[in-house]
């Protein structure tokens, strides 16, 4: 398996998400900070396009921003109203594909930090983003993307103890 592979299988599986991208490259401390300020960076600034936006079937998500921040909440204005539905509506979005995200964050984070891929060349790319799901699986927003990396850096660890060893066996034999 190579680098490449990583990078092919990131780009095939990046969910059409608003700041899916962002979320997997930029981001540091604790996702759910992250999936927040993605989210309130996608909100509109233009009365039109948020008039035009809850006008294309998403008065849904501006009802659920009355009845969840109140109208006072949504300083008692339409557009605040809208924009406040449009916020839920990409964290929404952001959070449904929140394994995903993670899992695509670890792997590029391994194409970042691994640049000597030591890994045996037969194990199938599938294989490699199983055990690195598997790893990262317990992650959930209230953790950090501090916390992501280290479930990758404990595989690798292991991944290096594991060779060691059979070179020990190698040797000894």
Known sequence: MTRQEIKDYIVENMPEVNGAQEFVEDYTGYICDAISELADNQVDIY??????????????????????????????????????GQFLYYERDLYDHLDTLILLDALQYVCSNYENLDIDEELDINDFV???????????????FDDIEEKVDEYFEELAEEKEEELEEGEVK
């Open 47 to 84: 009365d039109s396009e948020l008039i035009k936006w809850a006008g294309e079937g998403n008065v849904e998500y501006v009802n659920d921003a009355i009845s969840e921040f109140g109208w006072d909440g949504c300083g008692s204005d339409f557009i605040k109203a809208i924009q406040m």
């Open 130 to 144: 199983s055990e690195i799901e598997d790893r990262v699986s317990i992650i959930d927003n209230n953790d950090t």
